[in-house]
């Protein structure tokens, strides 16, 4: 069974910084593209980045590029969001997703964590 655990969420204040991690257990780590996804309060889900098996290949939303980087460490199987510059817009709960194949691009993400509460204060 394929398992996902997210962590670093928290309260920070606007303009500051946070790391979010996601552990994967139960499935070949290193072969599959990883997301982030985040639900503001009142709102869908939507789309935040994604990367390829090999971390080659990244994707952003356009509400945090050059804000936000993935990246992962398939020796870990783990995979980060790292966040700066954060707004109150920025407040959701985040949820990391792995993808049925090595590209996000084509594949629908099939397993996810339980996500991890951002909240960032004006």
């Known amino acids: 069974q394929v398992q996902l655990h997210e962590s670093g969420g928290g309260l920070v204040q606007a303009g500051g910084s946070l790391r979010l991690s996601c552990s994967a257990f139960?499935?070949?780590?290193?072969?599959?593209?990883m997301g982030w996804f985040r639900r503001a309060p009142g709102k869908e889900r939507e789309f935040v980045a994604s990367?390829?098996?090999?971390?080659?290949?990244?994707n952003y939303a356009d509400s945090v590029k050059g804000r936000f980087t993935i990246y992962r460490d398939n020796s870990k199987n783990s995979v980060y969001l790292q966040m700066n510059t954060l707004k109150p817009e920025d407040t959701a709960v985040y949820f990391c997703a792995t993808a049925s194949g090595p590209q996000a691009e084509g594949y629908g993400y099939d397993y996810w964590g339980q996500g991890t509460q951002v909240t960032v204060s004006s």
């Open positions: 990367i390829s098996w090999n971390g080659a290949f990244t």
């Open positions: 139960g499935r070949t780590f290193s072969s599959h593209a």
